[in-house]
T-cell receptor, first 114, second 114 residues
Framework: SQTIHQWPATLVQPVGSPLSLECTVE??????LYWYRQAAGRGLQLLFY??????ISSEVPQNLSASRPQDRQFILSSKKLLLSDSGFYLC?????????????FGNGTRLTVT | DQQVKQNSPSLSVQEGRISILNCDYT??????FLWYKKYPAEGPTFLIS?????DKNEDGRFTVFLNKSAKHLSLHIVPSQPGDSAVYFC?????????????FGKGTLLTVNP
């Protein structure tokens, strides 16, 4: 069966510090990978998605970047965090094929920028 | 502009009764809709979906209804159980389910009282 791992579960970082969140998927090949964020009082917002190694699409201009160095690894980064980067970050995967293949989410990282 | 709206931030229901969660959308290009359930400190888990070519989809205690003319969908849970207490997210996709760049609502907190 497929599993998705995301870490750390919680993170407190000062403003201006760098960020690196990692996500890995097991049990599947060539997945689509996604980073979502839920800010306080808001719905889930798509930040980045990737259909393959080195292929990243950004949905929202922001202080963050994403990379996919391996097929089942997706990394969210920032060089200098802002207060507005606080939120709940979720990694997700889906199968590449068309049809009824929903997103599967990890357990998320609660990021607090102080 | 919010394309997927869940206007009720919370709903409280008695155990054994029906829970009805509502969702409205504005984008006519959406052709695939999903409901996710989220417990605290966990990622959302897929619950049920419906294609725009259908008006109803049922899975056990969960039924999703789609009214395309009204751009409205609803999730019915019958009978409701205390374990159903969670945040429910409505989500929509415009690619027939093949490219999961989902647009999410803000969620509705369902509380099922014993």
């Amino acid at each position: 069966s497929q599993t998705i791992h995301q870490w750390p579960a919680t993170l407190v970082q000062p403003v201006g510090s760098p960020l690196s969140l990692e996500c890995t998927v097991e049990g599947t090949s060539n997945p689509n990978l996604y980073w979502y964020r839920q800010a306080a009082g808001r719905g889930l917002q798509l930040l980045f998605y990737s259909v393959g190694i080195g292929q990243i699409s950004s949905e929202v201009p922001q202080n963050l970047s994403a990379s996919r160095p391996q097929d089942r690894q997706f990394i969210l980064s920032s060089k200098k965090l802002l207060l507005s980067d606080s939120g709940f970050y979720l990694c997700a995967w889906s199968r590449r094929s068309a049809g009824d293949t929903p997103l599967h989410f990890g357990n998320g990282t609660r990021l607090t920028v102080t | 502009d919010q394309q997927v709206k869940q206007n009720s931030p919370s709903l409280s229901v008695q155990e054994g009764r029906i829970s009805i969660l509502n969702c409205d959308y504005t984008n006519s290009m959406f052709d695939y809709f999903l409901w996710y359930k989220k417990y605290p400190a966990e990622g959302p888990t897929f619950l049920i979906s419906i294609s725009s070519i259908k008006d109803k989809n049922e899975d056990g205690r969960f039924t999703v209804f789609l009214n395309k003319s009204a751009k409205h969908l609803s999730l019915h849970i019958v009978p409701s159980q205390p374990g159903d207490s969670a945040v429910y997210f409505c989500a929509a996709d415009s690619s027939g389910g093949s490219n999961y760049k989902l647009t999410f609502g803000k969620g509705t907190l369902l509380t099922v009282n014993p």
